[in-house]
């Protein structure tokens, strides 16, 4: 199993700002995926942080509004920018064992725009 | 398109057995996943199936039937921790991860 840390944990932002939200695995893995989850809600895929290159959006996701870093195999972050009240969310990073039969979650950070 | 369906809450009484339908249309096929998700809290995952057939983890059992698009989760012995949602997902052929809505389960006394 992968033990997933993020950072923060939670935020209160004001609008027009910009956070930068940290992943760190305790494992090297292909696989770093970023989702978004509302309240009440299933998970919304971001992207997929690819190592050594540019990030793959899913739509309606752009990369100037998540930005995505991923420097090694073992870290990532999202940043999510110019932010509005609607992306108000839990935003959690995940990664998918080497056999892809496992998917393990970090903590989440929840983000609240004001 | 891409779609997986699960019953949106479900309640039970502790004790009792509990079973938690998914059923699903994706590009291709690479596993489906069941996971457990608390309020406020990340998703832990449950199982993983990939061949058809019943997985059995303690009190809980995931079942897949390829052919039909269905998978089963089944919660023996139920406590009352028990109560939360639970996600089905099934990988695609890209290996992504396409998610059902959750059912909510809520364990009574």
């Known amino acids: 199993s992968a033990v997933i840390s993020q950072k923060p944990s939670r935020d209160i932002c004001q609008r027009g700002t910009s956070l930068t939200i940290q992943c760190q695995v305790d494992s090297q893995v292909t696989m770093m995926f970023w989702y978004r989850q509302q309240p009440g809600q299933s998970l919304t895929l971001i992207a997929t942080a690819n190592q050594g290159s540019e990030a793959t959006y899913e739509s309606g996701f752009v990369i100037d509004k998540f930005p995505i870093s991923r420097p090694n195999l073992t870290f990532s972050t999202l940043t999510v920018s110019n932010m509005s009240p609607e992306d108000s969310s839990i935003y959690l990073c995940?990664?998918?064992?080497?056999?892809?039969?496992?998917?393990?979650f970090g903590p989440g950070t929840r983000l609240t725009v004001t | 398109g891409q779609n997986i369906d699960q019953p949106t809450e479900m309640t039970a009484t502790e004790g009792a057995i509990v079973q938690i339908n998914c059923t699903y249309q994706?590009?291709?096929?690479?596993?489906l996943f069941w996971y457990q998700q608390h309020a406020g809290e990340a998703p832990t995952f449950l199982s993983y199936?990939?061949l058809d057939g019943l997985e059995e983890k303690g009190r809980f059992s995931s079942f897949l039937s390829r052919s039909k698009g269905y998978s089963y989760l089944l919660l023996k012995e139920l406590q009352m921790k028990d109560s939360a949602s639970y996600l089905c997902a099934v990988m695609d052929s890209n290996y992504q991860l396409i998610w059902g809505a959750g059912t909510k389960l809520i364990i009574k006394p």
């Open positions: 995940s990664v998918v064992g080497r056999e892809f039969d496992e998917q393990y």
């Open positions: 199936n990939v």
């Open positions: 994706t590009s291709g096929f690479n596993g």
